[in-house]
């Protein structure tokens, strides 16, 4: 069956550094790849769509990359701060307009100053 | 800036009770979709739905769920017969250009 992994349900690192966030997939080759950002007892956020056919989508301070060989996605934040603390999620999806989304159980990143 | 918003916020309901969640999607996006988050689990699929139909669900959308579009702006999720597994945050989003725009999200709790 389709599965989605987020590398760590937790990741803390220093105000200013790079977090990165990994996403991996099995049984599924997805049309694009998608980042949430989701806050206590908040619906999710979308930050960035990565396509099949892309291999890197930045947006000021993220960057997301997409290996299909691999079948993983990185999610970069660059100069992190506080604000950036929150759970984010991987999301993948098929071809058709309305296609079924799976989303990833999320890592829950913490900024500390 | 136009936003999905999700009545009620809050749903008490006894088991064998029948809910409705209510849905307004930004009005210009043609598809919407529901899911369902469990305290402390993941964002779950639910249904998918485009031009009055039901495009893709997922197994938990069994016979006791369903979903209908009854004025061109409501988009609602019934539950027939509350079980005690279906509380959860329950979360509306339509669709821009492969962009889903989340509702604040229901929060239904079956007694």
């Known amino acids: 069956s389709q599965k989605i992994e987020q590398n760590s349900e937790a990741l803390n690192i220093q105000e200013g550094k790079t977090a990165t966030l990994t996403c991996n997939y099995t049984?599924?080759?997805?049309?694009?790849l998608q980042w949430y950002r989701q806050d206590p007892g908040r619906g999710p956020v979308f930050l960035l769509l990565i396509r099949e056919n892309e291999k890197e989508k930045r947006k000021e301070r993220l960057k997301v990359t997409f290996d299909t060989t691999l079948k993983q996605s990185l999610f970069h934040i660059t100069a992190s701060q506080p604000a950036d603390s929150a759970t984010y999620l991987c999301?993948?999806?098929?071809?058709?307009?309305?296609?079924?989304?799976?989303f990833g159980s999320g890592t829950r990143l913490s900024i500390r100053p | 800036e136009p936003e999905v918003t999700q009545t009620p916020s809050h749903q008490v309901t006894q088991m064998g009770q029948e809910v409705i969640l209510r849905c307004v999607p930004i009005s210009n996006h043609l598809y919407f979709y529901w899911y369902r988050q469990i305290l402390g689990q993941k964002v779950e699929f639910l249904v998918s739905?485009?031009?009055?139909?039901?495009?893709?669900k997922s197994e938990i959308f069994d016979d006791q769920f369903s979903v209908e579009r009854p004025d061109g702006s409501n988009f609602t999720l019934k539950i027939r017969s509350t079980k005690l597994e279906d509380s959860a945050m329950y979360f509306c989003?339509?669709?821009?250009?492969?962009?889903?725009?989340f509702g604040p999200g229901t929060r239904l709790t079956v007694l």
């Open positions: 989003a339509s669709v821009d250009y492969n962009e889903q725009f």
């Open positions: 999301a993948l999806a098929g071809y058709s307009s309305a296609s079924k989304i799976i």
């Open positions: 739905f485009y031009n009055n139909e039901i495009s893709e």
């Open positions: 049984n599924y080759s997805p049309a694009y």
